[in-house]
C-alpha cells in the first residue's frame, strides 16, 4: 500500500520561501506522474506542479517562475521549491502519487495527509 508523507510548510512572510518534501513507502514503485495540488478554504483541489516519470515537468499558471517541482525516483520522493511566495499561495499542499494498473493502464492517485503553507502579507 501506498503512504505519502509531506513535510516542510509552515508560515513565512510574503516574499519568502519553503521547500515542500515527500516520500512515499509501502514498497518498490514505478509512479507514472507525482505531483502537488493545494486546496485553500472554499475552493477546490487545485494541481500545482506535476513531474512525470520522465522527468517531464508542468505548473499552474499562478506558479510558474516561483515554484519547481524536481523529484528523486530512487528515493521515490518529489520536492517543490517555493520561492517568492505570496498571501494567495496560503492553502494546505497534498502530494498526489500515481500508479497505472494492468494492461488498460487505469490510473489510480494516492494523497498523503497535506501540509499547511501560510504566507501572511
Known amino acids: 500500500q501506498v503512504h505519502l508523507v509531506e513535510s516542510g510548510g509552515g508560515s513565512v512572510q510574503a516574499g519568502g520561501s519553503l521547500r515542500l518534501s515527500c516520500v512515499a513507502s509501502?514498497?518498490?514503485?514505478?509512479?507514472?506522474?507525482m505531483g502537488w495540488y493545494r486546496q485553500s478554504p472554499g475552493k477546490e483541489r487545485e494541481l500545482v506542479a506535476r513531474?512525470?516519470?520522465?522527468?517531464?515537468?508542468s505548473y499552474a499558471d499562478s506558479v510558474k517562475g516561483r515554484f519547481t517541482i524536481s523529484g528523486d525516483n530512487a528515493k521515490n520522493t518529489v520536492y517543490l521549491q517555493m520561492n517568492s511566495l505570496e498571501p494567495e499561495d496560503t492553502a494546505v499542499y497534498y502530494c498526489?502519487?500515481?500508479?497505472?494498473?494492468?494492461?488498460?493502464?487505469?490510473?489510480?492517485?494516492?494523497w498523503g495527509q497535506g501540509t499547511q503553507v501560510t504566507v501572511s502579507s
Open positions: 498526489g502519487a500515481t500508479l497505472l494498473y494492468g494492461h488498460d493502464r487505469i490510473p489510480e492517485t494516492y
Open positions: 513531474v512525470g516519470s520522465g522527468g517531464s515537468t
Open positions: 509501502g514498497g518498490i514503485f514505478a509512479f507514472n506522474a
